[in-house]
């Protein structure tokens, strides 16, 4: 099968145009200007489009209002889940992945109408994927190296009002919690998984995908239960492919379904696919 191209498309976010470098979105109510390496065309509106943006992020690292003042952090719905947005300082991520929701609606049909299914979500960041699983009952084990990243997603999940859910929040490199993991006998229905290109877990341990990447699946294929219902896999690495994605995962899961293709937001205005991240999806066959 070909690549696919997959777009996200839920009420509280949209892409309202690209280029320059740039991107101009809506999360919720608000209009932000946030940089995008990827965006080499030029933008298909002006000012008019443009300067209704609230904030922009700078080459400085830093935030700046563009308009009246904008409380730093609002809500967004998505999946059936309300998860908070934040503008922080140092980052030009806001706390979601937007072009990340047709993984979570397939994730949610995939596990629908199963008895507590097992969802492991590693590199999990703020929860948006664990609470997508833990809305349609999923018993849910998420990992990421980020303090901040698991308190941000303890409190989308309060904010969800998923409380009584099961989320495990762990703190902890996904790399060293798998291969405890496999040890201690544990296995899941679905697995998610979000690599970094570059990172560092909780005691300094250096994650570089293109050497840990094909060991790595060999891992999760152990976690894979016989019931398995899906392993998602994403990558932001600019230069890697789709296909490669591809490769890796026939070669080192069970036979099944795999499909491939790249994340890309449709945008309001103009043509331009704004492609964001790869990604390669597995399920039985
Ligand atoms: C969502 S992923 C990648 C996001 C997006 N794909 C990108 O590249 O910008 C980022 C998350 O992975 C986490 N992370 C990085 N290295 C890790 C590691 N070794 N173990 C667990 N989590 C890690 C970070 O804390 C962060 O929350």
Redesign the pocket.
């Known amino acids: 099968m070909g690549p696919l191209v997959l777009s996200a498309d839920f009420p509280d976010y949209q892409l309202l145009d690209s280029g320059r470098g740039r991107k101009l979105e809506r999360f919720g109510d608000v209009i932000l200007i946030r940089p995008e390496p990827k965006a080499w065309w030029r933008p298909a509106t002006g000012d008019e489009q443009w300067g209704r943006a609230q904030a922009a992020f700078q080459d400085n690292g830093k935030w700046k209002f563009l308009r009246k003042k904008l409380d730093p952090s609002w809500k967004v719905a998505v999946c059936g889940n309300t998860l908070e947005v934040r503008l922080t300082d140092m980052s030009k991520?806001v706390g979601l992945?937007p072009e990340q929701e047709p993984h979570w609606s397939w994730l949610q049909e995939r596990l629908q109408g199963r008895k507590e299914p097992r969802v492991l979500n590693?590199?999990?960041?703020?929860g948006a994927a664990s609470l997508a699983a833990a809305r349609v009952g999923a018993k849910v084990t998420h990992?990421?190296?980020?303090k901040p990243?698991i308190a941000w997603g303890k409190h989308n999940q309060q904010l969800s009002g998923l409380q009584d859910a099961t989320v495990r929040w762990l703190l902890?490199?996904?790399?060293k919690?798998v291969a405890r993991e496999i040890r201690r006998g544990n296995r899941y229905e679905a697995i998610l998984l979000?690599?970094?290109?570059f990172?560092?877990?909780?005691k300094g341990?250096v994650?570089k995908v293109e050497e840990h990447v094909v060991d790595f699946l060999d891992h999760l294929r152990k976690l894979l239960s016989d019931e398995a219902a899906c392993l998602i896999l994403?990558?932001?690495?600019l230069e890697a492919s789709s296909i490669m994605l591809h490769n890796l995962v026939q070669d080192m899961l069970p036979a099944g379904e795999v499909s491939s293709g790249e994340l890309a937001l449709l945008p309001k205005y103009g043509q331009h696919r704004m492609p964001l991240?790869l990604f390669c999806r597995w399920q039985p066959a």
């Open positions: 991520h992945f590693l590199f999990g960041y703020t990992v990421d190296a980020s990243a902890d490199d996904a790399f919690f979000d690599p970094p290109s990172g560092r877990g909780p341990e994650w994403t990558m932001y690495n991240s």
